[in-house]
């Protein structure tokens, strides 16, 4: 699977709510390193930090960019703060190969495997890698096929649609 991204410096039409991202020092590295992975994204208006600081300057302050039709803003903020499971962002995908592909980009380079799905990437952002059909696999009208499943997915760190749907 290959990203296409638009890194032109385009101005993106502001949405309602816009995840905000806090960053330490490598919102740059992030928002490329995300663009390079989802088909429709961009990269929007970045701004930098001048001599006034707080943050080295020519660096990146903020960077608007979207991925599949989702906004987000990047800062970089210094270490104050970190992300926690708290809050994932839930890629919905089509089959197996794409759930593998998600799995493999999101965890190299020091992202790390969770529990039903989950992974952190390499920084610190929580993913939920899922069929686009998770909701069928796991909900039956046979409440003993809905425990199997829901069982089968407890186990699983990648999750496997064809163990899902054999449970």
Request: hydrophobic share 40%; aromatic share 10%; with cysteine.
């Amino acid at each position: 699977m290959e990203a296409k991204t638009d890194t032109g410096n385009r101005k993106l039409t502001a949405k309602k709510i816009t995840p905000f991202l806090w960053f330490n020092d490598n919102a740059e590295e992030a928002i490329q390193f995300y663009t390079s992975l989802f088909k429709h994204s961009s990269i929007g208006t970045v701004t930098r930090y001048s001599d006034a600081g707080p943050g080295p300057k020519g660096s990146v302050m903020t960077a608007a960019f979207e991925l599949e039709g989702q906004q987000f803003v990047a800062l970089n903020g210094g270490p104050h703060f970190k992300f926690t499971e708290a809050i994932s962002f839930v890629v919905s995908c089509e089959d197996q190969d794409e759930i593998d592909w998600f799995w493999q980009k999101l965890t190299e380079g020091g992202g790390i495997p969770g529990q039903c799905g989950w992974l952190k990437d390499k920084f610190g952002l929580s993913w939920q890698i899922v069929p686009a059909n998770i909701a069928e696999l796991l909900q039956h009208n046979d409440p003993e096929k809905t425990k199997r499943a829901v069982s089968a997915l407890m186990k699983m760190k990648k999750l496997d649609i064809a163990g899902l749907r054999d449970a």
